[in-house]
Structure formats: structure tokens, C-alpha cells
């Protein structure tokens, strides 16, 4: 829909290029927690936590500005859903950037780096979760449904190596007793990422919705 004000068509590239960014953020916030983690990185677990602020104020100012447009413009249809996505997948994306500050402020609480296996089992995951968000960012930014789509449909992946790592982790804690103070930090950061995976599948969601009205949870998935 063309509009008769260009002022209008700015404003809303504006707000989409926004949430874009903020996309951008939350995926180096989850992929700076993951390092830390690896790592072992107390220092840079703290600055993760503290940064997580910027993604909160990001958040509340697409809120508001989605808002104001709603009300002063009154949008009908694909002007319409634009706002509402950008508000909601902002919404997410917060949600991304309070898990990962979870992550990071796991890391510390951790007396010392993770038995390699599982370090590795929990590296794995996170790599493959900031892969699907940085997917799903590029295709908010590019306004690609069918690139969302194909995040949608490979969620599974994420469900499959979480369960295979939450495993991994529990035998760990039944064969050495001592770990399982450490072992449940893992898992609470295994559930995160998991989580972080749910997220970008709703931003998914989001994308189909503003390009055509329709959801993804209406079709099946392919096989």
C-alpha cells in the first residue's frame, strides 16, 4: 500500500529498522554469554549482565513509538500489522537479551570451567541457537517470509540438541555426585538457550504475519 504521505512510510522504516538493530544486539549478547561461558570469563559474564539494559530501553522505546503511530494514524492492514510485529518481536528480543543476562550471570557462579564434554554439549547448543536468531533477525530485516518460515519449520533442531545435552548433563550429575551444584547451572543455561530457540520461532511467527495477515502455526510442518 502506497501511502500519501511519505512522512508515514519513513516513520515506519524507521521503527523496522529499529527492532532490526535491536535483533543485531541480542544476538551479540548471546553470543558474548556463550563465550564467557566457555571461557570461563567472570569479567566479561558481568559487563553481559550490565549491557542487558540497552536491549530493556530499546524495547520500551519501540513500545511507545508503535503505539503513538497506531493511535495518530489509525493504519488499516499492511499498515496495520507493521507496528503490532515490530512491537511484539522487540518484545521478544527483550525476552533473548533477559536470557542471555541469565546466562552470563550463571558463569559465575560456576567454581570452574565445565568437564570438556559438557562444555562442548552446551557450546553446540548456543551456537545453534544464535544461528536461528540470527536467521530470524535477517529475515525481520529483509522482511523475507519464507526465510522465517524455514527457521519455523527447523526448530526442532534446537528441541533435539537440548534434549541430547540435558542428558548428557544428568548423567554427568549421577556418576560424580560433587558436580551437581555445577550440573544445575548447566541446565538452567541449557534451558535458557532452548527458551532463546522458543523466542525465535514466535519472531517467525511474527514476520508471516506482518507479510500476509496469516500464522505459521496454521500450516503444518513439513516433514
Excluded at 70 to 98: S, V, W
Excluded at 148 to 174: C, P, R
Aim: aromatic letters at 4%.
Amino acid at each position: 500500500m502506497e501511502h500519501t504521505f511519505k512522512a508515514v512510510d519513513e516513520e515506519l522504516q524507521r521503527l523496522h529498522g529499529d527492532v532490526a538493530a535491536m535483533g543485531e544486539l541480542a544476538v551479540t549478547q548471546l553470543i558474548s554469554a556463550v563465550d564467557a561461558f566457555l571461557r570461563h570469563d567472570r569479567e566479561a559474564a558481568a559487563k553481559i549482565a550490565i549491557e542487558d539494559a540497552r536491549l530493556d530501553e530499546m524495547d520500551a522505546d519501540i513500545e511507545r513509538r508503535a503505539v503513538r503511530f497506531i493511535a495518530l494514524h489509525q493504519p488499516m492492514a499492511d499498515d496495520l500489522r507493521a507496528p503490532i510485529a515490530a512491537m511484539k518481536t522487540a518484545m521478544n528480543l527483550e525476552r533473548c537479551g533477559d536470557l542471555a543476562k541469565n546466562i552470563a550471570k550463571r558463569t559465575p557462579q560456576l567454581k570452574a570451567a565445565p568437564e570438556a564434554a559438557l562444555a562442548k554439549g552446551v557450546g553446540d547448543l548456543g551456537a545453534l541457537v544464535a544461528k536461528r536468531l540470527g536467521e530470524v533477525v535477517g529475515a525481520y530485516n529483509s522482511s523475507d517470509a519464507e526465510a522465517a518460515k524455514a527457521v519455523w519449520e527447523n526448530d526442532t533442531d534446537i528441541d533435539e540438541l537440548h534434549e541430547k545435552v540435558f542428558h548428557l548433563i544428568l548423567k554427568a550429575m549421577s556418576g560424580d555426585p560433587s558436580s551437581i551444584e555445577a550440573s544445575t547451572h548447566l541446565l538452567f543455561i541449557t534451558k535458557n538457550l532452548e527458551r532463546i530457540g522458543d523466542h525465535a520461532t514466535n519472531i517467525a511467527e511474527l514476520i508471516l504475519y506482518q507479510a500476509t495477515g496469516g500464522a505459521l502455526s496454521d500450516r503444518p510442518k513439513a516433514s
